[in-house]
């Protein structure tokens, strides 16, 4: 597990920087009909997190709520929590070092993490775009992202997920669900927001490849 990376947010900024993750997504078109799902953490117990239903690409501060990360989790969850809410929450009880978590459709990774889902997994190799990912410092590195079967019951959904990461090899800041999309994390915004990024363009390029062979 990865140090702390408190202060963290003041409930304010949390606030607005689940707004910029939800809308630059919405920009990018990875979050169609509803979809997605954006949070950042306060400190060690409360995250800001967008509300259920509604356009991401349209979040404003009236559909962000404040979550307590365990009750959410094992106790009564807030009415208006996402049904993937759990997901977010879950990676923050698992990792003090996340300070926000996005989730998003892009098309290749709804595709790819249904093709592949029986391995486990999608390796991703020799991209220069690999290099966007903390902690790799050469194309000539391998990256594991996982990928996990749906599941609409996202509080077991999360604690599988969260079991099979602990023995996760590499570094990893996000994962798949087949036909369905990815989570992806970092320390803070702008980290979130690059590893997202890197993967999606990764996932495109993987699927393009696949498609020519
Ligand atoms: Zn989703």
């Known amino acids: 597990m990865n ?26 078109g990875w979050v169609p009909a509803t979809a997605g799902n954006f949070s950042a953490r306060i400190d060690l117990a409360r995250a800001a997190c ?12 009236a559909n962000v709520i404040i979550c307590d990360i365990e009750e ?22 698992d990792d003090p070092s996340i300070g926000a978590v996005a989730h998003a459709h892009p098309v290749s ?14 390796v991703l190799e020799g991209w ?15 990256i594991e992202l996982p990928i996990f079967a749906n599941d609409q019951d996202t509080r077991r ?20 669900i087949a036909g369905h999309g990815i989570y992806a994390w970092g320390k803070d915004l702008r980290e979130t927001r690059r590893h997202l990024e890197a993967y999606a363009h990764l996932l ?8 020519r062979a």
């Open 3 to 28: 140090a702390p990376v408190f202060p963290a947010l003041t409930e304010p900024d949390a606030v607005q920087a689940v707004i910029a993750l939800a809308r630059w997504c919405g920009a990018k």
């Open 50 to 61: 967008t509300a259920t239903g509604g356009d991401k690409g349209e979040t404003s501060e």
């Open 72 to 93: 959410n989790l094992t106790g009564t969850p807030h009415p208006r929590l996402s049904a993937e809410g759990p997901l977010h929450l879950q990676l923050y009880k």
């Open 109 to 122: 990774a709804v595709v790819l993490s249904r093709r592949h889902l029986s391995q486990g997994k999608i």
């Open 128 to 142: 220069e775009m690999q290099k966007a990912i903390r902690g790799i410092t050469t194309h000539e590195s391998t």
């Open 157 to 176: 959904l999360g604690l599988r997920v969260s079991e099979a990461m602990k023995d996760w090899s590499g570094p990893v800041f996000g994962y798949l």
């Open 204 to 211: 495109d390029l993987t699927l393009e490849e696949e498609r």
